[in-house]
């Protein structure tokens, strides 16, 4: 990290580091374990981007386009604020389209192209998006989508 920070440059970033860091100043501060991991950049971003491109980098463009259409005739719940666009176009998604994909839609596509051990491995990681984004928790489901995140990861 240090390296990354020392040789950054804002107009060409390595690994998402611009500039070095202000935090470099606080002694005994780890600055890979000193932040909490956020939402949007780990579970968004990292994961459902990294597992999505992984299981379909190999996929030919005809089965890219059934995934496409697929995700035209799926109906999600109306209080979605930014449906997804195709999966063709998963390089420009932003946050929540990660997120709308990795709840409501990759649960479908997902199953034309995994195993059936890879979709419940999957699976594991969905519910448990889906049950920690509920307007209310009860503890005994927040415990529940943390064992399943262990067994995910």
Known sequence: ML???MNA???NP???VMYLSPFINLPKFNLVDGFISDYLHMELEDVTKQFTNYHLR???D???EE???KMLLISV???ISHYSRKISERKDWKAREWENFAVYYSPIIFDIILTSDLMNHWLLFVESLYMILMDQIHIA???KADEMLHRFF
């Open 58 to 60: 190999r996929q030919y």
């Open 62 to 64: 005809v089965i890219i």
């Open 3 to 5: 390296n990354l920070m």
């Open 141 to 143: 489901d927040l415990d």
């Open 14 to 16: 390595e690994y998402g």
């Open 67 to 69: 995934l496409d259409n």
């Open 9 to 11: 440059d804002p107009h």
């Open 77 to 79: 719940p109306l209080q």
